[in-house]
């Protein structure tokens, strides 16, 4: 496509139907990513790129624009067919390109490469180009009757005699148009069928009519997958993670425990880092060479710098920021924070909205307290500073470099650098108290018995 002018149009407008789901089922996530955001990465290269949506589909409008920003947004109002989906994006179509490209939103590993070998099929009289696939099981799909790279026909199952249905090439619904000659074909699609619906297939034999040749390009059949329920959406999670696994290891990462490992569809893992059993990595997630990831941790939106140590049990939320060697240890949390070279949380902290200095420690159940009720506010902690164990850092409130904070302490005022503060009850010692109210309750109970 790269030498050529495509529009791309991403049939969008199914619904959560068979999913049993409110939400439109283009919105199901892959990865962390929703399909149509997997169909609009197949697509980047196109010079532009129209979304047909249902009616009442704003979700998914505002999710392509999200990804797309440039790309029309065109509404289905009526479910009249593939054909009138397509048509749907006329507006877009006459705009003039030399390819149009049509592929659906619900079929999530289309890659670049075989889309690009599908529009270059094109030119030298072909006006249609169908992406077929060999089925394991072919029923249920479109048989595609070739002679050779020649596409006569496209027969519904339907509509196949005998010989027809044990023809194992079918139709994965991607097509390619001669951007010239696409909307006269389009336009001539009837609703003369059973269903009274426009269908995208008929094409292929209004070209043939009008003296135009259609091909077919051939694919994987895992490449052209199509989700339509929740058991094909976990089928392809599967097939996704055993993929994403494989290149992290292939990029010089270890995963102790591959089939133990989540992974999101843009996980970055850097050389020689260590991923150990049961960790999830959700959406936008970067690890520097070097990193240690321990057991049972989630981590989503984060970045964790070269030589870092994470978890066990660690949670690192969206805006957590792990400097180079820095060390975030078991049930701590980190929000909307960074954490400089060097410092280290260990055990049982939460850490949110805040700066963490370069080789600060932050001792075992300490916590930020960042939200009042109504807005969210920020801790700032110098290089080098000692936060004891068991206390409380009111927001907002800055301790200074070197400072301490005595274990135990509710700190609501600034602390400067290199100073000692201490926010506790003082302590009192009363001798022999305990032995007093333990001589206090036996007498206590032998009365309650004496009254029985």
């Given at each position: 496509m790269a030498d050529r002018t495509c529009l791309a149009i991403v049939l969008a407008a199914g619904e959560g139907t068979r999913m049993r789901s409110l939400q439109p089922k283009v919105l199901h996530r892959l990865g962390g990513k929703s399909l149509v955001a997997h169909a609009l990465g197949s697509v980047a290269a196109a010079n532009a790129v129209a979304v047909v949506v249902g009616p009442g589909q704003e979700a998914v409008a505002t999710e392509a624009r999200g990804l797309r920003p440039q790309a029309d947004i065109c509404v289905q109002a009526e479910r009249r067919g593939t054909a009138h989906a397509v048509l749907a994006a006329e507006p877009a179509i006459v705009r003039g390109y030399d390819d149009l490209l049509v592929v659906f939103a619900d079929t999530p590993f289309l890659t670049h490469a075989t889309l690009d070998r599908l529009c270059r099929s094109l030119g030298n009289g072909t006006a249609v180009a169908v992406l077929g696939?060999?089925?394991?099981?072919?029923?249920?799909?479109?048989?595609?009757?070739?002679?050779?790279?020649?596409?006569?026909?496209?027969?519904?199952?339907?509509?196949?005699?005998?010989?027809?249905?044990?023809?194992?090439?079918?139709?994965?619904?991607?097509?390619?148009?001669?951007?010239?000659?696409?909307?006269?074909?389009?336009?001539?699609?009837?609703?003369?069928?059973?269903?009274?619906?426009?269908?995208?297939?008929?094409?292929?034999?209004?070209?043939?009519?009008?003296?135009?040749?259609?091909?077919?390009?051939?694919?994987?059949?895992?490449?052209?997958?199509?989700?339509?329920?929740?058991?094909q959406l976990a089928e392809a999670e599967g097939v996704l993670q055993q993929r994403l696994r494989a290149a992290?290891?292939?990029?010089?990462?270890?995963?102790?425990?591959?089939?133990?490992?989540?992974?999101?569809?843009?996980?970055?893992?850097?050389?020689?880092?260590?991923?150990?059993?049961?960790?999830?990595?959700?959406?936008?997630?970067?690890?520097?060479?070097?990193?240690?990831?321990?057991?049972?941790?989630?981590?989503?939106?984060?970045?964790?710098?070269?030589?870092?140590?994470?978890?066990?049990?660690?949670?690192?939320r969206p805006g957590a920021r792990l400097g180079a060697k820095s060390r975030v240890g078991n049930f701590v949390e980190v929000k909307e924070a960074t954490i400089e070279a060097?410092?280290?949380?260990?055990?049982?902290?939460?850490?949110?909205?805040?700066?963490?200095?370069?080789?600060?420690?932050?001792?075992?159940?300490?916590?930020?307290?960042?939200?009042?009720?109504?807005?969210?506010?920020?801790?700032?902690?110098?290089?080098?500073?000692?936060?004891?164990?068991?206390?409380?850092?009111?927001?907002?409130v800055a301790i200074g470099e070197g400072a301490y904070i005595g274990s135990g302490s509710v700190i609501t005022r600034d602390v400067p650098a290199g100073a000692l503060a201490v926010g506790r009850g003082r302590q009192v010692v009363k001798e022999g108290w305990a032995a007093r109210l333990n001589a206090k309750k036996q007498a206590g109970k032998k009365r309650a018995h004496a009254s029985d």
């Open positions: 696939f060999r089925a394991t099981d072919p029923t249920g799909y479109g048989r595609l009757i070739v002679d050779g790279k020649r596409l006569l026909a496209i027969r519904e199952e339907r509509d196949a005699n005998t010989s027809e249905r044990a023809i194992k090439l079918c139709n994965s619904g991607a097509m390619a148009f001669d951007g010239r000659l696409a909307l006269d074909i389009l336009r001539e699609i009837d609703d003369r069928n059973s269903k009274q619906e426009f269908y995208l297939t008929d094409a292929v034999a209004i070209a043939r009519a009008k003296g135009l040749e259609a091909a077919t390009v051939e694919t994987e059949e895992d490449e052209v997958r199509g989700i339509n329920t929740r058991a992290a290891m292939e990029g010089g990462a270890t995963l102790v425990a591959p089939d133990t490992v989540f992974l999101s569809a843009d996980t970055k893992l850097g050389r020689d880092v260590t991923v150990e059993p049961y960790v999830v990595f959700g959406a936008g997630v970067s690890v520097d060479d070097g990193a240690v990831i321990h057991s049972f941790s989630h981590i989503e939106g984060a970045h964790i710098g070269k030589g870092a140590s994470v978890g066990p049990y660690a949670r690192l060097g410092a280290k949380a260990n055990h049982l902290a939460y850490i949110g909205d805040a700066h963490v200095g370069e080789n600060a420690n932050v001792g075992a159940g300490t916590i930020t307290c960042n939200y009042d009720g109504v807005g969210k506010h920020r801790t700032e902690i110098g290089k080098d500073a000692f936060i004891g164990s068991n206390s409380a850092l009111v927001a907002p």
